[in-house]
């Protein structure tokens, strides 16, 4: 979170909570029976918690949410997770997302979902390479196989159309969350978060990594 704290009060969170995006998943209580005269709100994740969480962990620890009169459950997602149908059904009141398809289909179908703050300045996505094969920029794009995950996909179409590089001539090829396809060989570059830093740390640390706002897509 950040601004100004004093907005984000009990009922400040709660009248925005039909605003936000949230996801399916067992909870994670984090406040006792302190709490209870508190305002519940649940806040789903698409992903386990991890280090792209840690604001909200640290939120906790300090007890800004207790004292903003607020019991919060963190509800962690998985693959394949999705977090707008919970909070347009009401079983979570805000939601996290860690890629943009899903807000893109609710608004196309007329769901009334809005993003109401923002995690990184920068979308943390990125394409990343082996010094062998080398992806520094758009140019060197043409000819290789990109690696991405399926709910990625949308942002490589993307990336590909502002650079008016015709799809053709790149082969797509759809992945897991772990590297090894890179370190086989079976790809010259894969998608994936560049704060993932466990799953990256077996390409070695002369990777070549290039986000996709590098790549002229701003994110």
Avoid: H
Avoid at 121 to 147: F, N, Q
Wanted: glycine share 12%; with cysteine.
């Amino acid at each position: 979170m950040s601004g100004n704290t004093s907005q984000w009060n009990r009922r400040s969170i709660l009248k925005a909570g039909a605003a936000g995006l949230a996801a399916f998943g067992p909870g994670l209580q984090l406040f006792g029976a302190s709490a209870s005269a508190a305002a519940k709100l649940v806040v789903q994740y698409d992903w386990l918690m991890s280090n792209g969480q840690i604001g909200d962990v640290a939120a906790v620890a300090n007890g800004y949410f207790k004292e903003a009169g607020l019991e919060v459950e963190f509800s962690p997602g998985g693959p394949n997770a999705a977090t707008v149908p919970p909070v347009v059904s009401g079983a979570a009141q805000l939601g996290q997302f860690s890629e943009s398809p899903q807000l893109y289909a609710a608004r196309a179908s007329g769901v009334p979902v809005k993003i109401i703050a923002c995690g990184y300045r920068t979308g943390p996505y990125a394409l990343t390479s082996k010094p062998e094969k080398p992806i520094r920029s758009v140019a060197d794009l043409k000819g290789m196989r990109i690696g991405t995950q399926p709910t990625a996909r949308f942002a490589i179409d993307a990336m590909l159309a502002k650079n008016k590089i015709d799809p053709s001539e790149v082969t797509i090829v759809n992945v897991g969350f772990d590297k090894a396809p890179l370190v086989r060989g079976d790809v010259d570059a894969i998608g994936g978060w560049i704060t993932n830093t466990q799953a990256l740390s077996v390409v070695g640390d002369d990777r070549i990594d290039l986000l996709l706002s590098e790549l002229g897509l701003a994110s």
